[in-house]
């Protein structure tokens, strides 16, 4: 994974503290939840640090103090910029916490971050950053290499069927999660040149509603969770802008993205910006962001993710690339009769903006996509 492109793409001002005791520097993390901002800041520190220290490979120790991720792609983050240190950096990393979980971030339980919690288990820790697979955690980095290979996806799609196995999964549940990572294992195959991450963890079956007075036993409930991630300098709506704002003459479906395009851009505002649009245009049915404009291309993402979170008591699925996201809610994700989808309530692409609290901004720039989808499922007896 090209974690740099992560630290040349959030460079700015920090306000965490370091001292260096006993030989190392030391971080202490303060803030009891660890969200997108604090990800941003915790790079700006590494990134200020390796600029002052870049002939001093000074070890490093990350303090954290009965905090709580954000959410899956929050632990993956701060994963990678732990990746960071040890590979790119090459410094020794230590990490001491003591973290709050619940079941949309039990999954740090089995993170790889595990391995640095004050033992030193550096060259563990790389192997398994690239591949995992124990009891209820998986993980596996497609490197941009190995995904020529003709048979990677199959592979893949093999082995997380396999990983589920085990688990008290809706076998629907899983057959979905599993064809949906594949298809973005294959996007990300066509249309960047860069390594793709995808980790998964599936919780006990422990967990009761919150505020539930029953005491229900008989309705208990586990979470699947997930994140993708690739780092790349290609953005999610980037394909898709060059050939609208590119072509003059264009036809079929494409030429009614361009006829979109010149409806929504009149409603552009800190809201809803242009990259809001082609991010959504990327989920058009036979849109398609490579160069050479193809009739396979659009996605069935949209479905699959509207599918698991009909089967789901609760989720939380998003999408961010670059500095802007965009919300997945069940009731928005449905294509009309034309195979268009809005994102908004009269599921209008064509002549109608997004509805504007499906949108937001990161203080994090993620350089390349990452998906977080999280769902809650209630155990079948």
Request: net charge neutral; glycine share 4%.
């Amino acid at each position: 994974m090209n974690e740099s492109l992560l630290f040349e793409n959030n460079k700015f001002k920090n306000y965490i503290s370091y001292k260096i005791i006993d030989k190392r520097i030391q971080i202490l993390i303060k803030e009891k939840t660890i969200d997108h901002r604090m990800i941003k800041n915790i790079i700006s520190l590494v990134f200020d640090i390796e600029k002052k220290y870049s002939s001093i490979k000074i070890p490093i120790t990350i303090i954290l103090k009965k905090v709580e991720f954000k959410d899956k792609l929050t632990i993956i983050l701060f994963e990678s910029i732990c990746n960071h240190i040890i590979v790119q950096c090459k410094r020794n990393l230590k990490i001491q916490m003591s973290v709050r979980k619940g079941i949309a971030t039990h999954g740090i339980s089995s993170s790889v971050l595990q391995l640095l919690n004050g033992e030193k288990h550096i060259d563990k820790f790389v192997k398994q950053y690239n591949f995992d697979l124990y009891q209820n955690h998986y993980r596996r980095i497609i490197h941009r290499e190995s995904s020529k290979e003709s048979d990677i996806l199959s592979k893949t799609f093999s082995e997380i069927n396999t990983f589920f196995k085990p688990f008290n999964v809706d076998p629907r549940a899983a057959l979905e999660v599993s064809e949906f990572l594949i298809e973005l294992l294959g996007n990300a195959k066509e249309h960047t040149d860069s390594d793709c991450l995808i980790d998964l963890d599936v919780t006990p079956a422990d967990y009761l509603k919150r505020n539930d007075q029953s005491i229900d036993y008989e309705n208990l409930y586990y979470g699947i969770n997930i994140a993708v991630v690739n780092f790349s300098e290609n953005l999610l709506g980037d394909g898709i802008q060059k050939i609208i704002m590119g072509n003059t003459v264009l036809e079929d479906r494409y030429k009614k993205v361009q006829e979109a395009y010149e409806y929504h851009k009149k409603y552009f505002n800190d809201d809803y910006m242009k990259e809001d649009f082609f991010n959504i245009a990327a989920y058009q049915h036979k849109i398609s962001g490579r160069e050479k404009i193809v009739e396979t291309g659009g996605t069935g993402l949209t479905k699959l993710i509207s599918s698991l979170e009909k089967k789901a008591d609760s989720h939380q699925c998003y999408v961010l690339s670059g500095n802007r996201g965009i919300f997945f809610k069940q009731e928005y994700l449905e294509y009309n009769d034309d195979r268009w989808i809005g994102f908004n309530d009269k599921n209008n692409f064509i002549s109608d903006i997004p509805n504007p609290n499906l949108l937001f901004n990161s203080d994090l720039f993620i350089p390349g996509t990452a998906y977080n989808l999280s769902f809650v499922m209630r155990k079948e007896n």
